[in-house]
């Protein structure tokens, strides 16, 4: 697990690349399609990242309580599943539905969508506006792996409550921390 910052490289207030990815069961999903003109958290995510497994759950629960306000949601697994086999979508829709996820999970096998997003870890959050616009890439929260403490999800939940509030998104904005995106031999961003 090599502890990775996100590059926070995108400028906030800059569209968001567009992407169109299948989930695990090759049905695809666009990101105008899946936002429909509200806004959206993106999620650079997989299956077997410990930092993924501690907040998990905690991006279920708070998943299912902003979907009722409106704001969609999507998780991309961009990991080289021939390295990481246990990041292989066939593994994907039981490890959603053991953490709560009831968005769509889909698989970036060209990596191309992370390279676009300047994703970098897992999880790599974003948060876009409705009109695609970046306003939040940022940790989910302080907390990490074998901490001892539990998510919280505070970091998103502020971001997400002053974009629907039409608030300025709270300031700075602390990359987030997790295992590096596997990319595929000879793939490697070049930032």
Not at 33 to 56: D, L, Q
Not at 62 to 73: I, M, N, P, Q
Request: net charge neutral; proline share 10%.
């Amino acid at each position: 697990m090599a502890r990775t910052p996100s590059t926070q490289r995108l400028p906030l207030g800059s569209p968001a690349p567009k992407f169109s990815l299948p989930d695990a069961q090759g049905k695809k999903w666009s990101s105008d399609e899946i936002s429909a003109g509200r806004p959206m958290v993106v999620v650079f995510a997989c299956n077997h990242c410990p930092y993924v497994i501690h907040v998990g759950p905690k991006l279920g629960e708070l998943s299912t309580e902003f979907l009722e306000k409106g704001v969609a949601f999507v998780a991309i697994n961009s990991n080289d599943i021939t390295q990481y086999p246990e990041d292989a979508p066939a593994k994907m829709p039981a490890f959603a539905r053991q953490v709560g996820w009831n968005f769509p999970y889909l698989v970036d096998e060209s990596q191309q969508v992370a390279h676009a997003w300047h994703a970098a870890c897992t999880p790599d959050f974003f948060l876009l506006d409705a009109s695609g616009k970046l306003a939040y890439a940022g940790q989910f929260d302080p907390t990490r792996p074998k901490s001892d403490q539990m998510a919280t999800g505070q970091d998103l939940r502020a971001a997400l409550d002053a974009l629907l509030a039409n608030r300025p998104v709270p300031s700075p904005q602390i990359p987030s921390l997790g295992c590096n995106i596997k990319w595929k031999a000879g793939n490697e961003p070049k930032f």
